[in-house]
């Protein structure tokens, strides 16, 4: 899985604090599909949260995915701070400078007179 391997690459994980959270309809194959996230993620079945079990609605949808769909939770003060650094780094930009603000400001006050030049001056 993608997610686990970025995060494995991006810090160090403690792989005891993975879990996996299974949604897979009803009437499948739980010990089945546990098996093979277990094998795609590389974190033991011991660590997979009470599964979710859909009740399949025939109405709605007509195929059902046989090894249902994980979800991988880390839970981990350190690489939130480092995945937040990581997206500031990438997302984030200097701090506007006054400079700019400046330059959009009128440099005169029409308010008053004299801060201006009047018309017909040479």
Not at 71 to 77: E, G, I, L
Request: hydrophobic share 40%; glycine share 8%; proline share 7%.
């Amino acid at each position: 899985m993608l997610f686990c391997a970025w995060l494995r690459s991006l810090i160090e994980v403690d792989e005891s604090r993975l879990r996996v959270n299974l949604y897979l309809h009803e009437g499948l194959d739980l010990d089945g599909a546990a098996e093979f996230w277990a094998d795609a993620t590389g974190i033991p079945p011991a660590q997979f949260i009470k599964p979710y079990r859909a009740i399949p609605d025939v109405g709605i949808r007509h195929n059902e995915h046989e090894r249902g769909c994980p979800a991988v939770v880390y839970s981990s003060t350190t690489a939130l701070r480092t995945v937040l650094g990581l997206v500031e780094a990438l997302l984030g930009c200097d701090p506007p400078s006054g400079v700019a603000q400046l330059a959009e400001h009128s440099t005169v006050n029409r308010i008053v007179v004299g801060s201006s030049p009047t018309p017909g001056a040479c």
